[in-house]
């Protein structure tokens, strides 16, 4: 099946500085996922993006399709961005997600 | 906003008694999927559903588990005998189409066996 490496693994960051987590996937995909996991457990969409670029607020993503890469840059972290950030890329017949191995992340104030 | 939603939000059960989490996903949505996530670890696919069937599985959904849409709206996820290792936490989710991209989650069900 489709592999999906994120990197780094872990990432401590000063309150305010910039970010940048990178999605690496095995094989074509039709669709990719950005998810934000909070302290609680819950799974938040951030980004639904097949390819090209997409903004919200301090976030922005870009995936790279042909090149099996995608990119979530966080600008100006606070320290309410810590947690676990997946990516999930779809492939096959009934478009299974596969989940990435997770960058977890914690901003120190 | 249509969200998909889940039940119980935390079950703690003993080993070998039968857990059913409840679902209802979003209700043009035509694909459903479970999944599950042992803490600290990533999440992995369980199992997707479509037209009423089961349309793909992984190796972890062995004989123990099973899923149904029994009304038209829930959809569940049922663990006959409950080990210590499926102790987790279990998302739903759907999507609209197959090639319509995004997939909504639940908010999760965690499950604690003892």
């Known amino acids: 099946g489709i592999q999906v490496e994120q990197s780094p693994p872990d990432l401590i960051l000063q309150e305010g500085a910039n970010s940048t987590l990178r999605c690496n996937f095995s094989?074509?995909?039709?669709?990719l996922q950005w998810f934000h996991q909070n302290p609680w457990g819950q799974l938040i969409n951030l980004f639904y993006i097949p390819s090209g670029t997409k903004q919200n607020g301090r976030l922005s993503a870009t995936t790279v399709a042909t090149e099996r890469y995608s990119l979530l840059y966080i600008s100006s972290s606070q320290t309410t961005d810590s947690g676990v950030y997946f990516c999930a890329v779809a492939s096959g017949g009934y478009q299974k997600v596969t989940f990435g191995t997770g960058t977890k992340l914690q901003v120190i104030p | 906003e249509p969200e998909v939603t889940q039940t119980p939000s935390h079950q703690v059960t003993q080993m070998g008694q039968e857990v059913i989490l409840r679902c209802v996903p979003i209700?043009?949505?035509?694909?459903f999927y479970w999944y599950r996530q042992i803490l600290g670890q990533k999440v992995e696919f369980l199992v997707s559903f479509y037209n009423n069937e089961i349309s793909e599985k992984s190796e972890i959904f062995d004989d123990q588990f099973s899923v149904e849409r029994p009304d038209g709206s829930n959809f569940t996820l049922k663990i006959r005998s409950t080990k210590l290792e499926d102790s987790a936490m279990y998302f739903c989710?759907?999507?609209?189409?197959?090639?319509?991209?995004?997939?909504?989650f639940g908010e999760g069900s965690r499950l604690t066996v003892l």
């Open positions: 209700s043009n949505h035509l694909y």
């Open positions: 094989d074509s995909v039709n669709n």
């Open positions: 989710a759907s999507r609209e189409g197959p090639n319509t991209g995004e997939l909504f």
